[in-house]
Nanobody, 121 residues
Framework: QVQLVESGGGSVQAGGSLRLSCAVS????????MGWYRQAPGKQRELVAG???????NYADSVKGRFTISRDNAKNTVYLQMNALKPEDTAFYYC???????????????WGQGTQVTVSS
């Protein structure tokens, strides 16, 4: 069984910062790409930031220069540092990971349960 557990969400005023963490646990062989998505009420889930196993990153245009994604492969953890937060960043944030559970096995996408981020003006 594989679990992704997010932490670090909360409420903050505009201009503030939060750091999200997502720890992967369970029976895994390798973790490939990891990412953070968000979904605001009435909107579709969107990619916020992604990072490959080699450390290459990509960001949504709306968060470039403000958010930073990183990962600690030894801890099977991915982070999202969010600075200069805006009210429009308010959403439920989800962690995603592409995981192989055994050598040569298929890769599956796993999701965390999500964490709420609320930014007030």
């Amino acid at each position: 069984q594989v679990q992704l557990v997010e932490s670090g969400g909360g409420s903050v005023q505009a201009g503030g910062s939060l750091r999200l963490s997502c720890a992967v646990s369970g029976s895994i062989f390798s973790i490939n790409a990891m990412g953070w998505y968000r979904q605001a009420p009435g909107k579709q889930r969107e990619l916020v930031a992604g990072i490959t196993s080699g450390g290459s990153t990509n960001y949504a245009d709306s968060v470039k220069g403000r958010f930073t994604i990183s990962r600690d492969n030894a801890k099977n953890t991915v982070y999202l540092q969010m600075n200069a937060l805006k009210p429009e960043d308010t959403a439920f944030y989800y962690c995603n990971a592409a995981i192989q559970r055994r050598l040569g096995g298929p890769q599956f996408s796993y999701w965390g349960q999500g964490t709420q981020v609320t930014v007030s003006s």
